[in-house]
């Protein structure tokens, strides 16, 4: 990620844990990650897979819900109270929860039971995440198979 005078390390991370946390639950879901970058305006994860099962929706959704799990467990790790830590995880995930709108209409998953899912399944893969979003902070880009 191109470091501006406002990004800190702290803040770096918690990106990189982010998106780490997407791309880790996709792949465990079956899914194909083509790349994950940190850029000066911000981070994604690309997939091949940008909708949800029609028939099974809830590992989509799950994977939404999972960069925010992720960062939140980071940043309790780091000193956060459990609240903090997820509220500064939500202000950071605008684009997930309009995501999550958008492709849960209609099923009657609602975000928390995504969200308890995406941290539950975090933690079991906290491993794998760890190691791809250090990976993903020193470079930036990670290709699909360096995930």
Request: aromatic share 8%; net charge positive; glycine share 10%.
């Amino acid at each position: 990620m191109a470091r501006t005078d406002d990004t800190t390390d702290l803040e770096l991370l918690a990106a990189a844990y982010h998106e780490a946390g997407h791309a880790v639950l996709h792949k465990q879901f079956g899914g194909t990650v083509e790349h994950v970058k940190l850029t000066a305006k911000g981070a994604y994860t690309r997939t091949t897979e940008d909708a949800p099962d029609e028939e099974n929706p809830f590992p989509y959704l799950v994977m939404v819900m999972a960069g925010h799990a992720a960062e939140a467990r980071f940043y309790q790790r780091n000193g956060f109270g459990s609240w903090k830590a997820d509220s500064m995880a939500a202000a950071q995930a605008g684009g997930d929860r309009a995501n999550f709108r958008r492709h849960s209409r209609g099923t009657g998953i609602s975000r928390g039971q995504a969200l308890t899912e995406a941290k539950r399944l975090v933690k079991r893969h906290w491993g794998h995440i760890e190691r791809v979003a250090h990976a993903l902070a020193a470079k930036g880009h990670l290709s699909g198979s360096q995930v």
